[in-house]
T-cell receptor, first 113, second 109 residues
Framework: NAGVTQTPKFQVLKTGQSMTLQCAQD?????MSWYRQDPGMGLRLIHY???????DQGEVPNGYNVSRSTTEDFPLRLLSAAPSQTSVYFC????????????FGPGTRLLVL | GQQVMQIPQYQHVQEGEDFTTYCNSSTTLSNIQWYKQRPGGHPVFLIQ?????EVKKQKRLTFQFGEAKKNSSLHITATQTTDVGTYFC?????????FGQGTELSVKP
């Protein structure tokens, strides 16, 4: 049982490049979410999903896309990276609904030059 | 939209001193969760409070949920170096879990 896994651990992008941050969980959790963490800003919700085929926007969704084709996977796509997207990205999942314990992945450190 | 404010942003204590972080919401919360993030790590769930006025303890940690369910606090008695990290509160609204800015605790031996 690996829990929540994220790849890559670290990525450097140039402005305008696109990439996908991968997130997978093997706990059969319905609820998954993406957060970004910046100094002094805490964890800000980007997008979340309450189940396969269902996604919704969080606090800071601009510049990011998500999809949820399976229960296990919840990738985060940056269509055209900007320096403002330099951050640490965490994926999280929880059981039947969002009010249960959130299990976080190890994070992806993204640097956009 | 809902805001979850957390203070202080930083707290430096001598080992053995007590520590408290406060969390305040602009709206009534259905419940509140607390997480700890060690330096370089990811947030780890500590506890969830649901009832108005609820108090829960985990060894040296005491968690409180306000009567109006708009505020919460985490108190650590006699801090140890292992308590170092950032403590986050998080509240739910409309299917979203919103985190406070966190309180970074450093402990001087």
């Amino acid at each position: 049982n690996a829990g929540v896994t994220q790849t890559p651990k670290f990525q450097v992008l140039k402005t305008g490049q696109s990439m996908t941050l991968q997130c997978a969980q093997d706990m059969n959790h319905e609820y998954m979410s993406w957060y970004r963490q910046d100094p002094g800003m805490g964890l800000r919700l980007i997008h979340y999903s309450v189940g396969a085929g269902i996604t919704d926007q969080g606090e800071v969704p601009n510049g990011y896309n998500v999809s949820r084709s399976t229960t296990e996977d919840f990738p985060l796509r940056l269509l055209s990276a900007a320096p403002s997207q330099t951050s640490v990205y965490f994926c999280a999942s929880s059981g039947r609904d969002y009010q249960e314990t959130q299990y976080f992945g190890p994070g992806t450190r993204l640097l956009v030059l | 939209g809902q805001q979850v404010m957390q203070i202080p942003q930083y707290q430096h204590v001598q080992e053995g001193e007590d520590f408290t972080t406060y969390c305040n919401s602009s709206t009534t919360l259905s419940n509140i969760q607390w997480y700890k993030q060690r330096p370089g790590g990811h947030p780890v769930f500590l506890i969830q409070l649901v009832k108005s006025g609820e108090v829960k303890k985990q060894k040296r940690l005491t968690f409180q949920f306000g009567e109006a369910k708009k505020n919460s606090s985490l108190h650590i008695t006699a801090t140890q170096t292992t308590d170092v990290g950032t403590y986050f509160c998080a509240g739910h609204q409309g299917g979203k879990l919103i985190f406070g800015q966190g309180t970074e605790l450093s402990v001087k031996p």
